[in-house]
Every structure is written in C-alpha cells, then in structure tokens.
C-alpha cells in the first residue's frame, strides 16, 4: 500500500472517530435533557432574519407533572433555546455563557420538597460536529459585571460564566435548562406553590419558533390527596392560550412564530408593554368538601380548567390574610421588643403616628444585626405582623394596602399573588403609608415603585359583624422637588492650565437616596446611633467599650483596620463613580455629613475633594475649556430612538441642580460665556443653564427637571428637546483668554 494511500485511511479514520465522538456528544446531550422535539431540528435562519446578529430558532418552555410512587408529586420545568450566531458580534456575546446561582445540583427542603437542577450546553459547528460544554470549568461572576440580556433572569441569584471557546459565525448553541420538583404530598399541610411564571415573548434577537405549555396527566385527581390548580393569562398582545384534550393528558398552550427581537427602549417597562405570559401552579391539599371547596375558592382543578383573572375581593381575602399573625419567631419577637420600647420610652404618646413611627425604627434597629433581615424590604410578612401587634395592643385603626409594583402590571391585571404588596396605610390630614423596613429605609417613604399606581384600600377586616370594604385608591407620588440631587461644585484651575481642583458638596433628597446608600454608608458609623436612640439610650455599645480600652488593644486594633478597609473601599467606589465622568488624577477626601435615614437627617449630604485633567487644550495664547463637562455624563437621544413606539415609564419624578462656580488663575477670565446660557421648557420638563462671568470667576446655574413618572409616547419629542439641550450643553466648550 502507497504511503499516500495509508496517510488518506489515516485521516479518514480520524475523521470517522471525531464525527463518531461528536454525534456521541450530541446523542449524551438529548439523553441527559429528555428531549427530541423536532421543532429543534432547524439549523438554519428564515431570510428575513439573515441580516440579524444572531437568531433564536427555537425555545421553549415547558411544565409537565406525573404521580410518582407513595402518592408523592413530580414537577419538571424545562426552559430550551437553540441560537444560530451569524456575525462577530454574535460570537462575541457567548463567548461566555451566563447562568444563574448554582446548577447540576440537588437541594432537599425538609418539610416540603426536594430540587434537582442541571445545565446542559451543546455547541454544533457549520459541518454538524457537535461538543458539550464542560460546566466544571465555570467561575463565579463578580458582582459590577454587566450581564447580557440574553443570559438576565428575575432571580437575584448570583451569577456564574463558562468560557466557550473557539466560537465563529454559523455555530449553533443549544442549551436546556432543567428543573425537577419532588413533593412529599404527606408534608404539604395545605397547598405547596411552584415558583411564578413570568416573561416576555421577546427577546434580544428574533425568534422562528416559540413554544410556552403546561401538560398535566388527565387521571392527576385520582391521586386522591389532593390537586394541581393553575393561574395562566397572556397579556399585551400574545397569543391567547390554547387547551388541548388528548387522551391521557391536557396541555394549555402558546405558540409564537416569527418573533421580532426586543427593540430596546430607554424608560419602559416590558412587562407592561411587551407580548407576556403569567402564570402560577399550586398544588392543593385535598380537604373537606372536595370539588366544592375548591369551586368556593375560585381555583378551578387542572385539567378542567384554568383561572385567567382575579377579582378585587379574592385579592381582599388574600391581603386580609396576609396581614394577619404570622406565627414566626422574628414577626412575635420584634413586635414585643417595639412594645417594650414604647412602654419605657414613650408610655404618655397618643398619636397614632407617632407611635406608629417609633415602633418602626425600633423594629428596624432590632433588624440590623440579623442577616436574613435585609430581605424585609422586599418580604414583608414578618414586619406586618409586628406592625399589627403593635397596632392592636395600642388600639390603632388602620387600612391595608394591596399594590402592584409600576414594573410588573397595572392593578387590572394582576392574576398572581406574588404580584402584590401589602403595606398598611394610617389616616390624618396625610395619610401615612408604612413600608417594610430594611436598613436605611426612613418611616413613611412611599417606595417608587409603587409611585401614582392603582391600589386597593381595605378597611372593616376586624370587624366581625360587618364585611370588609375595599376601594380603589392611587398610590401618591412624590414631585420632582422632592427627588432633588443638589450638587455644588467648586472647580479651581491651577496656574498651568493642566490639573482642575475640584470642592463638592452634595445634597440628595427623596427617592434618589436609594442609589447612594450601599456606596456612601458604613455600618459602624450608623450602629451606635440607632442603638442610642432607637433601643436604648444607656446601652454601652461595642464602640465605646473600646473608647474605654474595656475590650483587650488586639481586638481595638483589629477594630480600626477593619474600618480602615472599609473606608478606603468607599473611596475607591467614589473614584471609579466619578471616572465615569472625568479622568481623576486623585481622589483625595471624602466626608459623610448625613446619612438621610431619619426625620430629623432626612438627606444624603456629603463632601468631597479630587482632582481631574483633560478638560483644557491650548489654543495659541488662550485655553479650550470643555466647560459643558462640568456637569458629568448625560443622557444622549440616538437617531434611532427618535420613532417611540410605547410609553414612557419612568422610575419617578426628579430633578438635578448644579451650582457651579469655575476660579481661573489670576489674570483670566471666560470669552463666550454666553453659549452656555439655555433654556428649554415644556410640559415634561426642562433644562435650564444661566451663566455669569465676574472677573477670573464664572459661574453657572443649572437645572434639569423630569416632571412626571410617566408621559404618553406622543409626548415623547417634547422630552427629547429637553434632553436634547442639556446634552448639547455637555459638548459646549469655550475659551479662556488673558484679560
């Protein structure tokens, strides 16, 4: 045999044994997923998507329950997603893989249930080998890294990434997520609630094939201990739901094709205006009165039915029993240690308010050594209860307030529980809304979110005798005076026309708080004071044990190291914050005047001292000064963007004040100082910028204000002229001449 005749049986033994391995791959990939749905088995993009970075050939989302043996329920959820890359940037957006949390795992919850999850990844390339992703190698993401939106989900899990290497246009990813629930029927003392169902249609890029379904055995009541009910709708444009009846199963169905990809639009919410689907399974214990009892709670059993929308009156009864006693050790604890309180601290008080507003800050203090706690922002059943052991020990009369997040849904269209809040509500000439607490939150602060949004008001609910009564009623919002960012700059140039010495105080008021707080506060220089005023006034607290050199040098030692460390890192965050912005040559001081956590220091205000370069160019014997810098970074209205196709929702009213004043060196002053002088103003809002020049000293006052949370999409070119104006203000330069 030839020597080339060998090295051409070589290579084709070669090539065999790749292809066998990689369709081996491809074989392990479809048995550890469980799926061959022929829907996956397009490999190419319709030509009206070929132009597109990358297309979506098909996804699905599919839930699917079997009885498993000792009466106990199985639940599987798979989400599926098969992408075509066509271009570099494609490539280059999966170069790494996102996931949330941690996969291929199984969790056991003792009284309840047990979770397996797992992710499986299959690259195939243009000539069809195919290779499985190696999860082993993933590394946890870090926590200022920005997630593509292709690999965002709602969970605020921690993320993590697996390289996928050697990727190229015309490559294929095809990933399965998989979840399987056991639930241990016996355990369940009355219904057990699989986890929400809420997404859009649309996604990053287009999509040929959707498919969203729920498949339930037909014989699932003959498990006899109990059912499966289901909550399914779709909004803003999906399609509507589809029931199939065959023999063994009912699926309830939505089906899509040719999806456009999501056409990113600043402010807006895509729950609200985005084709969506909601839904919620929950497993009911079967008690007396069976079929009836189920009908009486409108939660008609699968697979006879679904149940599309829900009535003010069943959110009534869910939000009165919501509010009721929870039975939780913290709720019980909390609620007597704010009775305590008032007792020894503020036994003559009557004003509802005001105790009502003590009781909260001593809930919240007692909160701040618990780690757990900083969820009460968002998971408030523990902190009504102490609210409500408050409220009946002192005979306070109060509303409940159930509400819809602006992001999630109007009130009309709330199907789940898990859309709504509960927060009560005390009535005076203002009415006071009380939050859950979390660390920095200051008694009576509506949260944004809920901002002017519908709302239900319930009264009556300890009335035996009478019914509850509910009524519509709107959220109040804040004005745009009220969410004020006050920023006083003092810019100083230096003799060489080089380095700009910067003075700043900052004042933020209202709902911008919420932005600086994890940046701006330290834990230990807000401890003591809560302590003191809100627990107790002569406790001795850990601060001043040290002070008095009670507590042995090592650990004072170690004490003032770690805030040290603590410091230096808020300095580090505010300088990379302002590089955002300027080049920093230093960050040089910082100082926390107020933390904006109470009444009496309702405010963020803080100082700060740097240095920057590169606003100044030489131009002959004068100096360019890039003087609309000054302000930072704005907001810029690409051409693009220009055609607004929804409405505008927007977090909160707000507005931006700069006080600016610019020192030259001795001998300077500025030419054209008016071209920085504007003013735009419509309904929507402004911008505003007067500016003067005395001597070596020029100063300018600016404004710009944001008038509502939300404007209709014709309103839009009014924004945008607004915006426009302050973002050409940040391109204005002018010339510093010798006088």
């Known amino acids: 045999m030839t020597k080339t005749k060998i090295t051409f049986l070589l290579l084709f033994n070669f090539s065999l044994l790749h292809a066998v391995y990689a369709q081996s791959d491809k074989a392990e990939y479809l048995k550890l997923i469980g799926d061959k749905d022929p829907a996956f088995d397009i490999h190419a993009a319709p030509k009206a998507m070929d132009k597109e970075s990358a297309v979506i050939l098909a996804e699905k989302q599919t839930y699917t329950s079997t009885r498993v043996i000792s009466n106990d329920l199985t639940w599987r959820y798979q989400k599926r997603r098969k992408i075509l890359l066509l271009d570099k940037a494609a490539v280059e957006e999966f170069s790494y893989f996102y996931f949330q949390g941690e996969t291929n795992k199984r969790t056991s919850y003792p009284n309840s249930h047990e979770e397996f999850d797992s992710l499986q990844i299959l690259i195939t390339k243009p000539n069809g080998t195919s290779k499985l992703v190696d999860l082993t190698k993933a590394v946890k993401v870090e926590k200022d890294i920005s997630i593509p939106s292709i690999f965002r989900g709602s969970a605020s899990e921690y993320y993590q990434k697996v390289a996928i290497p050697d990727l190229e246009p015309g490559d294929i990813i095809d990933y399965c997520i998989l979840e399987k629930y056991l639930i241990w029927i016996a355990l369940i003392p009355t219904k057990f609630e699989f986890p929400p169902i809420l997404y859009t249609l649309d996604n990053t890029y287009p999509t040929v094939k959707h498919k969203f379904s729920i498949e339930i055995p037909n014989n699932i009541k003959a498990m006899g201990t109990g059912y499966l009910a289901l909550y399914l709708n779709t909004y803003n444009g999906a399609p509507a739901i589809k029931k199939e009846v065959k023999e063994n199963t009912t699926s309830f169905l939505v089906e899509a094709n040719d999806l456009p990809k999501d056409e990113y639009e600043r402010w807006s919410y895509p729950l609200r205006t985005s084709p969506t689907v909601k839904g919620k399974v929950i497993y009911i214990r079967e008690r007396p009165g069976k079929d009836k009892e189920i009908i009486k709670k409108m939660i008609p059993p699968i697979p ?218 330290i834990f230990s220089e807000y401890e003591d004071y809560d302590i003191k005023r809100f627990e107790d006034p002569n406790r001795v607290t850990y601060a001043e044990k040290l002070a008095n050199k009670k507590i042995k040098e090592p650990l004072a030692k170690k004490n003032a190291a770690e805030y040290k460390e603590e410091t230096d890192a808020r300095k580090e965050g505010r300088k990379k914050s302002i590089e955002g912005d300027f080049q920093v040559e230093s960050y040089d001081d910082f100082t926390l005047v107020q933390d904006g956590r109470t009444e009496d220091k309702i405010d963020i205000v803080f100082k700060e001292k740097y240095k920057i370069t590169g606003l100044l160019k030489k131009a002959g014997n004068n100096y360019l ?87 209709k999409k014709e309103n839009w070119p009014k924004m945008v002229a607004f915006l426009d104006a302050c973002y050409d203000f940040t391109q204005t330069k002018v010339l510093i001449v010798k006088k």
Request: glycine share 4%; with cysteine.
């Open 304 to 521: 006879f039915d679904i149940k599309q929308t829900v009535s003010a009156d069943e959110i009534k009864a869910w939000a009165i029993q919501t509010s009721q006693y929870n039975t939780d050790y913290y709720a019980a604890t909390y609620g007597s240690y704010a009775l305590g309180y008032l007792k020894k601290y503020h036994s003559k008080e009557t004003d509802p308010v005001a105790i009502a507003k003590a009781a909260y800050y001593r809930i919240r203090t007692g909160t701040l050594y618990e780690g757990w706690s900083t969820n009460w922002r968002t998971n408030n059943v523990n902190f009504l209860s102490a609210m409500k052991i408050v409220f009946d020990a002192k005979k306070i009369k109060y509303s409940i307030i159930a509400v819809v997040p602006r992001k999630i849904s109007s009130l009309d269209d709330v199907l789940l529980t898990d859309e709504i809040d509960i927060l009560f509500k005390l009535d005076g000439p203002k009415p006071v809304y009380i939050y859950n607490v979390y660390r920095h939150a200051a008694f009576g602060e509506i949260l944004h979110g809920h901002e002017g949004n519908d709302a239900y008001e319930i009264t009556n609910f300890d009335n035996k005798k009478i019914p509850a009564s509910i009524k519509k009623i709107k959220i109040p919002m804040t004005s745009a005076s009220e969410n004020v960012s006050v920023h006083t700059f003092a810019y100083t140039i230096d003799e060489e026309f080089e380095k700009i010495n910067v003075d700043c105080e900052e004042t933020i008021k209202g709902i911008a708080k919420d932005d600086y707080y994890n940046d701006l506060l």
């Open 625 to 711: 000064f890039e003087a609309g810098k000054l302000i930072g970074g704005q907001v810029e209205i690409k051409e693009k963007e220009m055609d607004r196709k929804v409405d505008i929702y927007m977090d909160n009213a707000r507005s931006f004040v700069y006080n600016i004043t610019v020192n030259l060196p001795e001998g300077y002053t500025v030419k054209d100082a008016a071209k920085l002088n504007i003013n735009v103003t419509n309904e929507t809002g402004s911008f505003k910028a007067v500016t003067k020049v005395t001597d070596n000293v020029m100063t300018i006052e600016i404004s710009k204000v944001y008038n509502h949370n939300f404007e």
